[in-house]
């Protein structure tokens, strides 16, 4: 139990860090390149996936590594289901009549104890092995 609350702090963390990416890339290509929101929420969802995979495989489930490419398509797959998830969310929120950004923020916010859950049990899967502390 003490490494699932210890990961669950850490993917919190990183997760934390690619939220501010995500809406800092969303606000970004929304006011100054002029982007409809689903486009710009889908770019600014893969630079904060980016971000997140290398943080998580490098520091919250570094003893759970397997293979770079395994975990990486996992992972991705992973967040193309989030992703889609999360752009559901958006656009139920905006209908509702919320404002682009504030719905953006919401939307990631429901969506990542699924993230979490997934990456958990699927994406970082490997074997574990002794933490290098």
């Not at 982007?35 to 971000?51: G, H, T, V």
């Not at 293979?67 to 967040?79: D, I, M, P, W």
């Amino acid at each position: 139990m003490r490494t699932h609350a210890a990961q669950l702090a850490k993917f919190s963390l990183v997760g934390s860090s690619g939220y501010v990416i995500n809406i800092a890339v969303y606000a970004t290509l929304l006011q100054l390149a002029g982007m409809n929101r689903l486009p710009a929420a889908s770019c600014s969802f893969l630079a904060a996936a980016a971000s997140n995979y290398t943080w998580n495989r490098l520091w919250t489930f570094r003893a759970r590594r397997g293979s770079v490419a395994r975990q990486g398509l996992r992972f991705l797959a992973v967040s193309v289901a989030v992703g889609g998830a999360g752009l559901l969310m958006l656009t139920a929120l905006t209908a509702l009549g919320l404002r682009a950004v504030e719905a953006q923020a919401l939307a990631v916010m429901i969506v990542m104890p699924l993230s979490f859950t997934a990456n958990r049990a699927w994406s970082f899967r490997g074997r574990p092995r002794p933490l290098d502390d």
